[in-house]
């Protein structure tokens, strides 16, 4: 066995071996934040109950369908100016596409 800087623990000083196995952190543990939609989904749930599929939305906002999957995929955040067209074009206010967290 090779010299290591630090002693190793006994197997008398480790946790037993159920105490290892048990979950740090479960889904019921995280705060409620965690669980809570991002601008992504909602955006994409808006879009869905209206029946638009992402090229139709980005046609009636003038933006690209690459965008609008970003922005759903939370890979770029809307600007202020694309929150109002997306909200004009989905016939909802702005604050439905914020979380109320933000």
């Given at each position: 066995m090779a010299h290591l800087p630090f002693p190793?623990?006994?197997?008398?000083?480790?946790?037993?071996?159920?105490?290892l196995k048990e979950p740090v952190m479960t889904l019921d543990t995280l705060s409620p934040a965690f669980h809570a939609p991002t601008p992504g989904?909602?955006?994409r749930?808006?879009?869905?109950?209206?029946?638009?599929s992402q090229v139709a939305l980005a046609e009636q906002?003038?933006?690209?369908?690459?965008?609008?999957?970003?922005?759903?995929?939370?890979?770029?955040?809307p600007s202020l100016r694309s929150l109002r067209k997306l909200a004009e074009a989905l016939q909802v206010p702005v604050s439905s596409l914020i979380p109320e967290d933000l």
């Open positions: 190793q623990p006994q197997r008398s000083q480790l946790p037993p071996d159920s105490l989904a909602m955006l749930s808006l879009r869905e109950a209206q029946n638009l906002c003038g933006l690209d369908k690459a965008t609008i999957s970003d922005y759903e995929r939370c890979i770029h955040v």
